[in-house]
């Protein structure tokens, strides 16, 4: 596994290229199935967000038979999520942002032979002025597995991604200005009969 520091340049990369690449999310309803994934991470990058802490845990609500939203190649897909979909992310430290999911974005092995990844969004703002995301991210830039461009809904083996990272990104006009980023430690399917908090 790559360093930290290099983590958190390929992070930053990533994020960028996914917001440079595809147009913020539409919010079309849609049936939903909703699935849960909790998280829990080690912080290893922070900028712009005093006293954010060293760990952070949280989770993502999804609708997992949303329908494909647009297309990035044949192996390549995103598809849109609206409330309740949701992603909540809080350090430690006591920073905490909850905001709508928007998109998951999914890139098998058969696109290019060479990278794959599931990448879930939550995205506010606008792009040409103040802009929040959060990002769930597990990838691989060599040796690609992601069997298809379906929607998971069992958690993936997140150790076995060569990337596999949280973060908020704050910009403004495209310039980052905000971030706490950290690497994934757990990532279960929320137990049955424990619900969906409301906050």
Do not use: W
Request: glycine letters at 8%; proline letters at 7%; one cysteine or more.
């Amino acid at each position: 596994m790559k360093r930290p520091s290099k983590m958190s340049k390929a992070s930053l990369g990533a994020a960028i290229v996914f917001l440079l690449a595809f147009p913020l999310a539409s919010h079309t309803p849609a049936q939903t199935a909703l699935v849960r994934f909790d998280f829990t991470g080690r912080v290893f990058s922070t900028f712009g967000v005093p006293g954010a802490g060293n760990s952070v845990s949280g989770y993502i609500i999804f609708n997992s038979s949303a329908p494909l939203t647009t297309r990035c190649g044949s192996h390549c897909a995103r598809y849109s999520q609206s409330a309740p979909a949701t992603f909540v992310f809080t350090t430690n430290g006591g920073f905490r942002l909850r905001q709508k999911l928007t998109s998951i974005n999914i890139l098998d092995k058969f696109e290019n032979g060479t990278g794959d990844y599931y990448v879930f969004d939550a995205d506010v703002g606008s792009t040409s002025g103040h802009f929040s995301r959060l990002t769930l991210t597990l990838s691989n830039n060599s040796n690609p597995f992601i069997p298809n461009i379906s929607i998971p809904t069992t958690p993936p083996d997140f150790s076995a991604f060569q990337f596999h990272t949280v973060s908020f990104f704050g910009f403004n006009a495209l310039a980052p200005t905000h971030g706490v980023h950290a690497i994934i430690t757990s990532l279960p399917r929320h137990k049955l009969g424990r619900g969906f908090p409301s906050r």
